[in-house]
């Protein structure tokens, strides 16, 4: 009898033993599943800073590229209203000139001009290329 009772003891004990391993199991799963789905939010809540971080670097990098395109327009239409004042300044000192030579400076004006307009436009459409490449 001593035996059975010592063995109906072990046998509880063993018992006892698993369901409270079963019950420490199941609290580290637990705290394990916490533990991801903290690690997830905190993940998520750096990704998103890090979103909203590039797109204020990109927005700020659009709105400099954008500025200095528009600095660039008026830097153009600064120079051929320059030209053009150079322009009417020539024709007024050689007033006397003939029809002939008239037409000629009028026609290295115009061609100055259009030279001056692509190369300015060739450079903005540069920066824009640029500005695409970066933000791509």
């Known amino acids: ?15 006892e033993l ?3 391993r079963q019950q420490e199991l ?5 705290q394990k599943s916490d533990f991801e789905t903290q690690q997830k939010k905190l993940l998520e809540s750096e990704l ?3 979103d909203r971080e590039l797109e204020a670097v990109r927005q700020r990098e659009t709105a400099e590229a954008e500025k200095a395109i528009e600095e660039l327009a008026k830097k153009k239409e600064a120079l051929i209203q320059a030209r053009k004042q150079q ?5 007024a000192r050689k007033n006397e000139v003939s029809a002939e030579a008239k037409d000629a400076i009028l026609q290295r004006h115009h061609e100055e001009v259009r030279k001056l307009a692509l190369s300015l436009d060739a ?3 540069r920066q824009r290329a640029a ?3 970066k933000l791509a």
Not at 2 to 10: F, G, M, N, S, Y
Not at 87 to 91: A, C, N, P, Y
Request: charged share 45%; aromatic share 2%.
């Open 131 to 133: 500005l695409h490449e």
């Open 1 to 15: 009898q001593v035996v059975a009772q010592a063995a109906a003891e072990l046998e509880r004990v063993r018992r």
């Open 123 to 125: 450079e903005r459409e």
């Open 87 to 91: 322009l009417q300044e020539d024709i």
């Open 48 to 50: 998103q800073a890090y």
């Open 18 to 20: 698993e369901e409270q």
């Open 26 to 30: 199941e609290v580290l799963e637990k």
